[in-house]
């Protein structure tokens, strides 16, 4: 008896000193089984398997700062990016110097730029709003971008009316909403797949299926997904209600509204080929009230409770509207809320400790199972899939078994991923046993294949 407590002592005491730990340093998608990157090219719908790492690689802590070192592609097939773009999603080896005491601007808000403004947990960047083209009131023509002449001032002056990524730049959008720049492979919003969302505006995944790195679930708190350049967190689009944690889980909504009217002052008007929200310009900001706690504010965050941050720290959400559709400013910005004190790194100059992932970050998650695997379609026909409604941190092999116990398939659903598939073709009609592993146990579905 005593040497069993003994050990549990022990345990606690472990599980206690990595719970204890900044979340900035526990919650990054650290690949420990050799999971590669894969793409699709335009015309083909088998992926093309990779030679490059997928998700985070390492990460480093030090006392203010975590070192998150990435090749920037997702465990998520890629592409294809149907717009023109040459580029493929591509090996960045880049080293991400991250503030573990992020702090409030108090001085001028600094604006968001184009490039990386933050980085989730999977390693992949973050860019805001904007994709680099503006219009040019001088020569009423579009300017900056590829093949396009520069800009007269700088973007957000009067000369420019900025564009869009999220609308201009959808036709170029992968399944999983993003694209690369220079092989440079990111999200300008929120990170789950188009056929996510309950109205679908965009059909790519139909041909090219892939998935993002999570499913929103309206009726739980969505995760951390990433960390802004101020060093402060980012979650999905649901929250709790009220910032100190109570008031139920709701969507947390932008306070950007479009404007009115169709002429925009020294620009195009507003047109089919150029909608209103086409550019940043087209959107003011409404200030939020206390009587509008799910209202976020200028810099599409506010300060609350959330899981991991049960004291409470300012957040970034990735909005979405009631469709789940991206809602500008999409996640972070057009201004910080901190001081920007992120960096990319060549190498790590001072001492380090590495993060190992081996252990649970906290008691709660050694019971955490993942209750909600929905299984579709079922009946089915020609494949099964099985999506987890909740991010996946770990890889998890699913098998399929006929009602013998033998065992006919086995399929991975890797870490920041949230679907898998089986194919389903050769197999006879009838009933069959899916297992899928969970932090608790073995969770058995039955499927029914109709031929």
């Known amino acids: 008896m005593n040497r069993t407590k003994s050990i549990f002592s022990i345990l606690f005491a472990s599980l206690s000193s990595f719970s204890q730990l900044n979340p900035a340093i526990t919650n990054w998608l650290i690949n420990t089984t050799n999971i590669m990157g894969r793409h699709y090219v335009a015309g083909n719908s088998t ?43 591509s090996a960045q080896n880049a080293i ?46 579009l300017c900056g971008g590829p093949g396009n002449s520069p800009c007269p001032g700088p973007p957000g002056t009067s000369q420019a009316w900025n564009r869009d990524a999220v609308i201009a730049e959808k036709a170029g959008f992968d399944c999983s909403k993003a694209h690369p720049a220079m092989g440079n492979y990111h999200h300008h919003q929120n990170p789950s797949a188009f056929n996510l969302d309950l109205t679908i505006i965009s059909s790519v995944c139909n041909l090219y299926a892939a998935d993002g790195l999570y499913k929103i679930d309206s009726t739980k708190h969505s995760p951390l997904i990433g960390y802004a350049y101020d060093g402060f967190p980012i979650y999905g689009a649901y929250a709790f209600k009220n910032a100190n944690g109570t008031g139920g889980v709701v969507r947390m909504k932008s306070s950007y509204i479009l404007n009115t009217g169709t002429s925009r002052t020294n620009g195009p008007n507003v047109s089919t080929t150029y909608p209103l929200g086409y550019f940043r310009e087209d959107y003011q900001y409404i200030a939020t009230s206390a009587s509008t706690p799910d209202y976020l504010d200028a810099h599409n965050g506010r300060f609350c409770v959330t899981p991991e941050y049960p004291n409470g720290i300012y957040c970034y959400f990735a909005t979405v509207d009631k469709n789940w559709n991206s809602a500008y400013p999409y996640v972070v910005g057009p201004t910080f809320y901190g001081t920007v004190t992120a960096s990319k790194v060549t190498s ?43 991010l996946n941190k770990v890889d998890r092999t699913i098998e399929l078994y006929d009602l013998n116990g033998k065992l006919l398939q086995r399929t991975n659903l890797h870490q920041g991923s949230t679907v898998a598939y089986f194919d389903t073709r050769i197999l006879y009609g009838g009933e069959y046993l899916i297992r899928i592993p969970t932090d608790a146990g073995i969770i058995t579905r039955k499927v029914i294949l109709v031929k």
């Open 47 to 89: 992926p093309i398997n990779d030679n490059v790492l997928a998700n985070v690689q390492t990460v480093q802590y030090s006392s203010n700062f975590v070192y998150v070192s990435t090749q920037g592609i997702p465990a998520y097939i890629t592409g294809p990016f149907q717009d023109g773009n040459p580029s493929l999603a």
């Open 348 to 390: 790590i100059t001072e001492a380090v400790t590495t993060y190992s992932p081996g252990l649970p970050t906290s008691l709660g998650e050694m019971t955490d199972a993942i209750e909600n695997v929905v299984v579709f379609p079922n009946p089915a026909s020609d494949f099964v899939g099985i999506q987890l409604n909740d």
């Open 96 to 141: 991400f110097k991250i503030s573990l005491n992020p702090i409030q601007n108090t001085g001028t808000a600094i604006n968001t730029t184009g490039g990386n403004i933050g980085i989730f947990i999977n390693g992949v960047a973050l860019f805001d709003y904007r994709d680099g083209v503006s219009w040019n009131n001088t020569t009423m023509a």
